[in-house]
Nanobody
Framework: VQLQAYGGGLVQARDSLRLSCAASGGTFSSYDVGWFRQAPGKEREFVASISWSGGLTSYADSVKGRFTVSRDNAKNTVYLQMNNLKPEDTAVYYC?????????????????WGQGTQVTVSS
């Protein structure tokens, strides 16, 4: 399956942004999807994930209550709604997918990765 993350941009603190992860080339509805991000000079970190059905989600503590992950399997797309953005949310955001019934925070189980989209939050 091929993934394409898009929707990033330059916003101000407390603004909102919605990222999309569009999939092609596979049965997307059978894949769990995770969002990860990498800030300059830092390791990539887990942000949020959603199960293949959308029934289970998981969030990093740093985004809990501000970010919401959802999916529309009819459109082969997963979304990351980001509200009340902070400068520390500045990073390249990646989506990843796997069909191992896993929505945890470790990268290894994820087999497919998108190319990333830049999110910059100014203060």
């Amino acid at each position: 399956v091929q993934l394409q993350a898009y929707g990033g941009g330059l916003v101000q603190a407390r603004d909102s942004l919605r990222l999309s992860c569009a999939a092609s080339g596979g049965t997307f509805s059978s894949y769990d999807v995770g969002w990860f991000r990498q800030a300059p000079g830092k390791e990539r970190e887990f942000v949020a994930s959603i199960s293949w059905s959308g029934g289970l989600t998981s969030y990093a503590d740093s985004v809990k209550g501000r970010f919401t992950v959802s999916r529309d399997n009819a459109k082969n797309t997963v979304y990351l709604q980001m509200n009340n953005l902070k400068p520390e949310d500045t990073a390249v955001y990646y989506c990843a997918a796997q069909n191992r019934l896993y929505i945890g925070r470790y990268e290894r189980p994820y087999d497919y990765w998108g190319q990333g989209t830049q999110v910059t939050v100014s203060s």
